[in-house]
């Protein structure tokens, strides 16, 4: 109550102003010490976190992806990375080793990044006649060992799937199927150079934007070999058996609005029904240094690879309308 | 400008001595009442049990006794 003939405005001195409320975090204050040791977290982030080991590992895994080609990251994919105690949503913890966590990439929205490779196939193609399809295969095969694009060959299966499915009904003529095999360029079907014979072909190549495209597709390859995310073991592969196939986080088409991307559109439209596998799962054990630096190394191989691959869009003609941010 | 290398040093000694004492659970956000009940899963444990007891005995006694109109005698149970 005020006193005297003034208002007196209540003083809230010595209350705390911020209450949180601490789940159980054994595994976040493992995990923050051993990137502390590491030197994979940087101490200056503590307080930052205001002390708050969960904070710490969000802030540290931030400056990681930072580091390791952030923004290229994000000019071309809607990614999200997070670490979790199950490795996809649907899945429950595995009691039995409750010190497993997962490191865990998928996108971030329903939706995924997308790149024309028509126009730098026709330009390499000018150069030699297996350059096309040695650039695709390189490209596709590098960033699919960490994430999953959808191509003309996921195009060519829905494909075969619709055409039994319509094959089943009275009127299967009626149906309008997207011509994937007609719409995939004939420079395609050329059997993709080997290594050596990339190599003494780049000597020779003057166009300097084609030559930027030949050694940016042979830098991705070599990035994305530098580590891979290793098999998961059966009890994971268990949790994650009810899921749906990852998500792609990349549409790659011959053209604009092309066969392929009618099939994912037609596709895409049941990907959500059940929840999808993550795109990368990398089991860690937050106790154990040479786990976390291992998971942390292999993200970071992950997250540069992503970034490579986004760097090279950006110089692939006729891709300037996909820029995210 | 970075600061000096013994400095760094000397900060990370001090995260690695705080997130310690967060391990071991002497860190003064696990002396409240909540920030031990959140880690001890024996209370955990026996707050879920007082909790499905009560419910049970609710479901089990769930009648409202009524008092008896004046006159009468209370019903014996």
Redo the contacts between chains.
């Keep these: 109550m005020g006193s005297g003939t003034g208002l007196l405005i209540p003083r809230l001195d010595g209350v705390s102003l911020i209450h949180?409320?601490?789940?159980?975090d054994?595994s976040a204050?493992?995990l923050?010490?051993t990137l502390?040791?590491l030197?994979v977290g940087t101490?200056?982030d503590?307080k930052r976190a205001e002390?708050d080991?969960t904070s710490f590992v969000r802030i540290t895994l931030d400056r990681w992806i930072q580091t390791h080609g952030g923004p290229s990251i994000r000019r071309r994919f809607l990614l999200s990375a997070e670490i979790s105690a199950s490795p996809s949503d649907w899945a429950e913890q595995d009691q039995a080793r409750p010190n497993r966590l997962f490191l865990i990439i998928e996108p971030s929205e329903a939706t995924c990044g997308c790149a024309n490779f028509g126009p730098t196939l026709q330009m390499l193609e000018r150069i030699h006649p297996q350059l096309p399809a040695t650039f695709f295969h390189l490209f596709v095969g590098a960033l699919n060992g960490w994430l999953r694009i959808y191509d003309f060959r996921d195009a060519k299966d829905r494909v075969e799937m619709l055409r039994e499915w319509a094959a089943q009904e009275p009127n299967a003529d009626e149906y309008e199927i997207p011509d994937v095999t007609g719409s995939i360029p004939p420079c395609m079907k050329q059997e993709p150079l080997d290594e050596a014979g990339l190599y003494r072909l780049k000597k020779r190549i003057t166009d300097q934007q084609a030559l930027k495209l030949v050694e940016g597709v042979i830098a991705l390859h070599h990035l994305a070999g530098q580590a891979n995310h290793s098999e998961l073991d059966d009890s994971t592969r268990e949790q994650l058996s009810d899921c749906n196939p990852p998500l792609p986080c990349l549409l790659a088409l011959f053209a604009e609005a092309d066969a392929t991307a009618a099939c994912f559109d037609e596709e895409a439209q049941g990907m959500l029904e059940v929840e999808p596998e993550p795109n990368i799962i990398i089991p860690l054990d937050p106790a154990d240094t040479q786990s976390v630096q291992h998971a942390f190394h292999t993200f970071g191989v992950a997250c540069e690879t992503i970034a490579a691959a986004g760097d090279l869009i950006d110089l692939m003609p006729g891709n300037d309308q996909w820029i995210i941010r | 400008m970075s600061r000096n290398p013994q400095s760094?040093e000397v900060?990370?000694q001090?995260?690695?001595a705080?997130?310690?004492s967060?391990?071991q659970c002497r860190h003064a956000?696990?002396q409240t009442l909540?920030?031990r009940f959140?880690?001890c899963q024996d209370w955990q444990q026996a707050a879920s049990l007082c909790a499905a007891a009560v419910e049970a005995t609710t479901r089990t006694y769930n009648r409202t006794p009524l008092d008896a109109p004046p006159g009468l005698l209370p019903p014996v149970s």
Excluded: F, N, Q
């Design positions: 949180r409320l601490i789940a159980d054994r204050v493992m923050a010490e502390v040791e030197d101490p200056g503590w002390h080991p | 760094k900060t990370k001090a995260v690695l705080e997130i310690e967060l391990r956000r696990y909540l920030g959140s880690r």
